[in-house]
């Protein structure tokens, strides 16, 4: 997949360009992702697909967001799951699931997946939030219920957008890279060392999982200045 550049300096719910402002370059930008990643995954589907990013501060969570918007644009059973379980940050972009227990609900049985999983305002676009931040992320994710949910969301799901911590900070990006079919790499201008982005993309080549590309955050762009690059 080449890698794509794009610049959006709104705030909060705003940044949804995908949903708001679907004849923006923006959104076209994300839209050009999503057919990239459909031509990549031609032999094998990438019906699961996690965001990451070496450093935190990416805009990985918004693109996670957008992307997911436009695979619900068409009319695509969409979910957008938020394992960023130490710094989540979906619930803010998608206010209505603020009441939601979400994973770690689920987890500890407190609810049941129907009532964890909110629809958002945006049609065939469900969220699965945090919940409650948990003590000990990594023993949550390495753990058997989790990979048991993730199983039942796969078969119920026509696609799956997982929004992750950062591949540098701690392990949890590369244990779940385990369970899903690609995983995409979020690069920010001017903010990501070049050793970082070629030690992320080490770790994750070490899972073994299809890295599906890298997606190319230039927080300094001016529209005019909008455009594709290898």
Known sequence: MRNKKFRDKTSGKNKLVAKNDTQSPYAESFRYIRS???????????????????????????????????????DKRTLIIDLDLRKP???????????????????????????????SDVPNLFVLPVGITPADPAAL??????????????????????DTPPVMSVADA??????????ILVVRNNYTKQENAKKALQK??????KVIGTIFNNTNMKMKDYYYGE
Not at 204 to 209: A, K, Q, Y
């Open 36 to 74: 990239n990643i459909d031509f990549s995954g031609i032999d094998n589907e990438y019906k699961s697909i996690m965001i990451t990013s070496p450093d935190p501060d990416s805009g990985k969570s918004l693109i996670s967001a957008n992307l997911a918007i436009t695979y619900a644009a068409l």
């Open 89 to 119: 940050t979906i619930h803010k972009i998608f206010p209505e699931c603020h009441s939601s227990y979400g994973v770690t609900g689920l987890l500890k049985n407190i609810l049941e997946i129907e009532e964890a999983i909110v629809p």
């Open 141 to 162: 994710l390495n753990s058997a219920k989790m990979k048991q949910l993730y199983t039942r969301l796969y078969q119920e799901f026509d696609c799956i957008i997982i």
């Open 174 to 183: 590369q244990t779940i890279s385990s369970w899903v079919d690609g995983s």
């Open 204 to 209: 994750l080549d070490s899972t073994g999982v």
